[in-house]
Antibody
Framework: EVQLVESGGGLVKPGGSLRLSCAASGFTFSNAWMSWVRQAPGKGLEWVGRIKSKTDGGTTDYAAPVKGRFTISRDDSKNTLYLQMNSLKTEDTAVYYC?????????????WGQGTLVTVSS | QSVLTQPPSVSEAPRQRVTISCSGSSSNIGNNAVNWYQQLPGKAPKLLIY???LLPSGVSDRFSGSKSGTSASLAISGLQSEDEADYYCAAWDDSLNGYVFGTGTKVTVL
């Protein structure tokens, strides 16, 4: 059974940093493309970014609002995905979901974690 | 700001059929497959339809997807109370080089 468990959320001040983790199990993590999707309170879903498997280059892509501030990385030895968030803004307040990604072209997100809440407030 | 437009809400009586539209452009729906996600109240989203019209294992065949040009639709037949949820369309956008979600549609069973 595929399991994705996010952790690391919490309250942080504007301008601060936070690192989220996503522990994966039930599939071959090293072969998987992974992504982060967020949802602000009462709002819709917003793609944050993705990371390809190392065999496919291990490269990353980001949404415009987070590019240059957020970094997605992975540790295949620990089956863990990370989201390093710097220079946080109040508009980054959201539940952050870790997902698996299928498809190099026309991708879709087939498994989702339960999410972790990040609150950016002074 | 979402680049895929959906109606904010739809409602229908039990056992009836509803359709949800999703309007995009040539850089997303017009050139890439559409996927649909269901989000039950207080839960994480779940993949409902992928590659325009395919159902993942375990998803009821009361759900169906279609696409034409730069628009897509999700249909729910035999509406049940358990279908009350938010539904999002999504697709890769070649111009943005990113994945885009629709604005979301809340389905209410009357």
């Amino acid at each position: 059974e595929v399991q994705l468990v996010e952790s690391g959320g919490g309250l942080v001040k504007p301008g601060g940093s936070l690192r989220l983790s996503c522990a994966a199990s039930g599939f071959t993590f090293s072969n998987a493309w992974m992504s982060w999707v967020r949802q602000a309170p009462g709002k819709g879903l917003e793609w944050v970014g993705r990371i390809k498997s190392k065999t496919d280059g291990g490269t990353t892509d980001y949404a415009a609002p987070v590019k240059g501030r957020f970094t997605i990385s992975r540790d295949d030895s620990k089956n863990t995905l990370y989201l390093q968030m710097n220079s946080l803004k109040t508009e980054d307040t959201a539940v952050y979901y870790c997902t698996t990604v299928v498809g190099a072209t026309s991708p879709y997100h087939d498994y989702w974690g339960q999410g972790t809440l990040v609150t950016v407030s002074s | 700001q979402s680049v895929l437009t959906q109606p904010p809400s739809v409602s229908e009586a039990p056992r009836q059929r509803v359709t949800i539209s999703c309007s995009g452009s040539s850089s997303n729906i017009g050139n890439n497959a559409v996927n649909w996600y269901q989000q039950l109240p207080g839960k994480a989203p779940k993949l409902l339809i992928y590659y325009d019209d395919l159902l993942p294992s375990g998803v009821s065949d009361r759900f169906s997807g279609s696409k034409s040009g730069t628009s897509a639709s999700l249909a729910i037949s035999g509406l049940q109370s358990e279908d009350e949820a938010d539904y999002y369309c999504a697709a890769w956008d070649d111009s943005l080089n990113g994945y885009v979600f629709g604005t979301g549609t809340k389905v209410t069973v009357l």
